[in-house]
Structures are given as C-alpha cells and as structure tokens.
T-cell receptor, first 111, second 113 residues
C-alpha cells in the first residue's frame, strides 16, 4: 500500500531536549516536505526536498533541521525544542509538485 | 506562487451539490490548480487537479473558466462525511517544479443532516 509513515504519532517532550520525527515513503517520490499546522494559521511549510541531498527552507524553517540521505526518508530534527514548536506536524511526498501524499501527522507538545 | 482566496466556511445539507469557489488572479501560465480535503487531525488528501476547462473524477468536478483566474470545486450530493476543510492550491505541477505548496486557511464545509 502506498503510504507516508510518520513516527511518533504523539510526543510530549521538555524544552531543549533534542528530538527527531521520522518520515518514510514507499512510493519512490522525489519530493518530500514537512508542514506544521496551528489553529488559525493553516498549514505552513517548514522544509522541503527535491531529491536526495537537496533540501531548502520553506516558510517557517527557524528551529528545525532536515536531512535527505536516502530517497525514502526525510527526518525532521528539533535540536532544542521550545514551547512555540508545539504543533501538529505533517510529512508529505510527491512525484510532481502538486499531488502530494501526506502522513497521519505527529502531535508534538513541548513543555 | 499565486495567492488564492476562498470562503472561510460554507454550510450545506446532505444530498445537496456544493460548489466552493477559489480566486487566483495572479495564476501563472504553467500553474495547475489542485484541491485537497482535510479531516480533523488527519493529513490533507488530494482530491482533484486541473489546468483548464473541466475535470471530473469519482469524487468531484473542477471547473476552470477560460481566464483561469478562478476555479470551482463541485461536490455532488454531499454526505455528513464530506464535512472537512477544503484547500485550493495553485502551483506548477510539471517535472522540475518546486514542492512549495502553499495551503492557506481553506474552506470549512459543514454538512448537516
């Protein structure tokens, strides 16, 4: 089954404790991206990747890092999480620019 | 990337046809129009995509006038399970395009019995 898998689905952490949210897709897509969704602000893109070793900032990249060492994986790294990064995060992948497949989401709470 | 404008919310009843219009005055020549559906706490799901005129699939129809400055998503005979947020996006869908999808705040469609 074609899918984008994120882990974990839920995470509560403390300020400053490094964490990684994993994202994996099994569709051999070139494009992958990360979004955060906050009430009233819609979906905002954090980072995206057009292929292995090619990444670029989205609209809200501050406080996040990504890597794309393999085509199927695109982890999101928070080196020093802060409470304002409490959000619902989505990973997406696509073969072309617009028809993206999204993961189930990761609800992160930073206390 | 072209900015889109769509109603914040719409109400409907089961069995009715719902049309959600999106305005994108600054659409570029190679831009496609794509609609997504999102249920609470789930990732957006691709519904339909088009470039001009009319596109229809098993879920919806997309009407795009000749000037392409707007588009209308048409959902036939909605049911309660169609209650969701619907996003209109405009951007290039050709090979080599970036993946900078801009979602906006979408249209919350509420379907009532």
């Amino acid at each position: 089954e074609a899918q984008v898998t994120q882990n974990p689905r839920y995470l509560i952490t403390v300020t400053g404790k490094k964490l990684t949210v994993t994202c994996s897709q099994n569709m051999n897509h070139e494009y992958m991206s990360w979004y955060r969704q906050d009430p009233g602000l819609g979906l905002r893109q954090i980072y995206y990747s057009m292929n292995v070793e090619v990444t670029d900032k989205g609209d809200v990249p501050e406080g996040y890092k990504v890597s794309r060492k393999e085509k199927r994986n695109f982890p999101l790294i928070l080196e020093s999480p802060s409470p304002n990064q409490t959000s619902l995060y989505f990973c997406a992948s696509s073969r072309t620019g617009n028809e993206a497949f999204f993961g189930q989401g990761t609800r992160l709470t930073v206390v | 990337l072209a900015k889109t404008t769509q109603p914040i919310s719409m109400d409907s009843y089961e069995g009715q046809e719902v049309n959600i219009t999106c305005s994108h005055n600054n659409i570029a020549t190679n831009d496609y129009i794509t609609w997504y559906q999102q249920f609470p706490s789930q990732g957006p799901r691709f519904i339909i995509q088009g470039y001009k005129t009319k596109v229809t699939n098993e879920v919806a129809s997309l009407f795009i006038p000749a000037d392409r400055k707007s588009s209308t998503l048409s959902l036939p005979r909605v049911s309660l399970s169609d209650t969701a947020v619907y996003y209109c996006l405009v951007g290039a869908s050709l090979s080599g395009a970036t993946n900078k999808l801009i979602f906006g705040t979408g249209t919350l469609l509420a379907v009532q019995p």
